[in-house]
């Protein structure tokens, strides 16, 4: 490997505290967080999982372990998309919006705002998905 390569491969560990790094710094952090405490994104295998794919701009998956199930919608389009989620009996609750998460000005975690966020309605609810971003939902 070339020596420049590797040095501007490197990472420079004290800009994970510095805007736009922090941002994403906190966004990683917060995913392995939900992954360590979430057991359908800590445990599951390909038959615990539906995928879908609309167009080429969404892509949806629900995972379940047990009583524990999440949705994943993923926004790849320069608009943005108004998504509806799986039917649930015990509603669903925000836990991640990458959109908010990396506007935040410091890059500080989501988890506090999305312990405040309501659950869904159970009847049929609808996100808003920004351009290039994502959301986590979490069955209640």
Same mark, same amino acid.
């Given at each position: 490997q070339d020596e420049r390569t590797f040095a501007r491969s490197k990472l420079s560990w004290q800009w994970k505290?510095?805007?736009p790094h922090a941002a994403i710094w906190n966004l990683y952090r917060e995913l392995l967080r939900l992954r360590r405490e979430i057991p359908a994104l800590a445990h599951g295998t390909k038959n615990e999982m539906e995928v879908r794919c609309e167009d080429e701009t969404i892509l949806t998956v629900r995972? *379940?372990?047990g009583e524990s199930a999440v949705w994943l919608a993923c926004n790849f389009a320069d608009t943005d998309s108004k998504q509806t989620l799986p039917d649930s009996s015990?509603? *669903?609750r925000l836990v991640l919006d990458s959109a908010s998460e990396l506007?935040?000005?410091n890059g500080s975690p989501l988890s506090e705002a999305a312990d405040r966020t309501p659950v869904a309605s159970?009847?049929?609810q609808t996100c808003m998905?920004?351009? *290039?971003s994502f959301q986590l939902w979490q069955q209640e």
């Open positions: 505290d510095q805007p995972r *379940w372990h015990r509603g *669903w506007d935040s000005p159970r009847a049929e998905l920004k351009p *290039w």
